[in-house]
């Protein structure tokens, strides 16, 4: 059974870090890009941040681009992604998503991803 569950949410004042992870199991998603979501209430589930296979690639919403830092540790298989500077509207749930043996390169569309995790909030208070 594949799964990826995401950690590391909560609630935060502005201006703080936070550091999520999403701990993939079931198969492996080594050499495939993944990537991080997030959906705000009322809102379209929007990309974040993408990353390649091997972790050579990334891409970033403007919003956070910045601010972010997604990586990946393959011998854990395990993604990351740190936001600084936290402000109310990164407010949402935050998704991480993958497909195992898919493409290598870093892909940005939510409609590539067939796996997803179950979300972890993320509240950034003013």
Same mark, same amino acid.
């Given at each position: 059974?594949?799964?990826?569950? @995401?950690?590391?949410?909560?609630?935060?004042?502005?201006?703080?870090? #936070?550091?999520?992870?999403?701990?993939?199991?079931?198969?492996?998603?080594?050499?495939? !890009?993944?990537?991080?979501? &997030? *959906?705000?209430?009322? $809102? @379209?589930?929007?990309?974040?941040?993408?990353?390649?296979?091997?972790?050579?690639?990334?891409? =970033?919403?403007?919003?956070? $681009? +910045?601010?972010?830092?997604?990586? &990946?540790?393959? !011998?854990?298989?395990?993604? =990351? #992604?740190?936001?600084?500077?936290?402000?109310?509207?990164?407010? +949402?749930?935050? =998704?991480? !998503?993958?497909?195992?043996?898919? !493409?290598?390169?870093?892909?940005?569309? &939510?409609?590539? =991803?067939?796996?997803?995790? *179950?979300?972890? *909030?993320?509240?950034?208070?003013?």
């Amino acid at each position: 059974q594949v799964q990826l569950v @995401e950690s590391g949410g909560g609630s935060v004042q502005a201006g703080d870090s #936070l550091r999520l992870s999403c701990a993939a199991s079931g198969r492996t998603f080594n050499s495939s !890009a993944m990537g991080w979501f &997030r *959906q705000a209430p009322g $809102k @379209e589930r929007e990309f974040v941040a993408a990353i390649s296979g091997r972790g050579i690639s990334t891409s =970033y919403a403007d919003s956070v $681009k +910045a601010r972010s830092t997604i990586s &990946r540790d393959n !011998a854990k298989n395990t993604l =990351y #992604l740190q936001i600084n500077i936290l402000k109310p509207e990164d407010t +949402a749930v935050y =998704y991480c !998503a993958g497909r195992p043996t898919g !493409a290598p390169q870093v892909m940005l569309s &939510r409609r590539y =991803y067939n796996h997803w995790g *179950q979300g972890t *909030q993320v509240t950034v208070s003013s």
